[in-house]
């Protein structure tokens, strides 16, 4: 089974804030993503990755950045929280073109 | 880029009855459909896909099928179960990612 694991599940930060959320997977894949999920708007792409150190812009890439040193591990940084970034974030990885994406279990993260 | 439209938002029916989630998407380049299922509280979780070869698929009382000339696709659950309630999200690849659509909350009245 494809094992997508978020380090953190429930995070409370306060404005300003530089936050980190981690996120690892166990089947070598090239692609690793991270999405963010609010009510009403789906799963919408912040930033994804396709090899190590490589890294392309999702659709809501403002406000966030993502650093990935090793193929397993993907990370996203919110380099100064703020209250809008509330949400439930979503790290998911797979394997080359087309193919299925598997999803961790998410990070459900306040900013006040 | 890719753009998936799925349609209704919402949708109710009765315990054993048949539902359907219609999903369009703009890319004819698109070759490969998940639909995924999410629970309350839960990540999304694939139930089925197809690849743009073939025009229907079937895994027990869930099936999907392609229509590549329209652009779209379709998921059916047959003989819904109250486990059945949950978002469902339809999805179209763009080369390394997938597009989605923006869900379908599905609730199955028993």
């Known amino acids: 089974d494809v094992k997508v694991t978020q380090s953190s599940r429930y995070l409370v930060k306060r404005t300003g804030e530089k936050v980190f959320l981690e996120c690892v997977q166990d089947?070598?894949?090239?692609?690793m993503f991270w999405y963010r999920q609010d009510p009403g708007l789906g799963l919408r792409l912040i930033y994804f990755?396709?090899?190590?150190?490589?890294?392309e812009k999702g659709d809501i890439p403002e406000g966030y950045s993502v650093s990935r040193e090793k193929k397993e591990r993907f990370s996203l940084i919110l380099e100064s929280a703020s209250t809008n970034q509330t949400s439930m974030y979503l790290c998911?990885?797979?394997f080359g073109e087309g193919n299925t994406i598997y999803f961790g279990e998410g990070s459900w993260l306040t900013v006040v | 880029g890719e753009n998936v439209e799925q349609h209704p938002s919402t949708l109710s029916v009765q315990e054993g009855d048949s539902a359907v989630i219609k999903c369009t998407y703009s890319?004819?380049?698109?070759?490969?459909f998940p639909w995924y299922k999410q629970e309350l509280g839960k990540r999304p979780q694939l139930i089925i896909d197809i690849r743009s070869n073939v025009g229907e698929k079937k895994d027990q009382r869930i099936a999907v099928t392609l229509n590549k000339t329209a652009k779209h696709f379709s998921l059916h659950i047959t003989e819904t179960q109250p486990e059945d309630s949950a978002v469902y999200f339809c999805a179209a690849s763009e080369g390394n990612r997938l597009a989605f659509g923006k869900g379908n909350q599905v609730v199955v009245i028993p």
């Open positions: 890319d004819s380049a698109s070759n490969y």
């Open positions: 990755s396709y090899d190590v150190k490589m890294k």
């Open positions: 089947m070598d894949h090239e692609n």
């Open positions: 998911a990885s797979s």
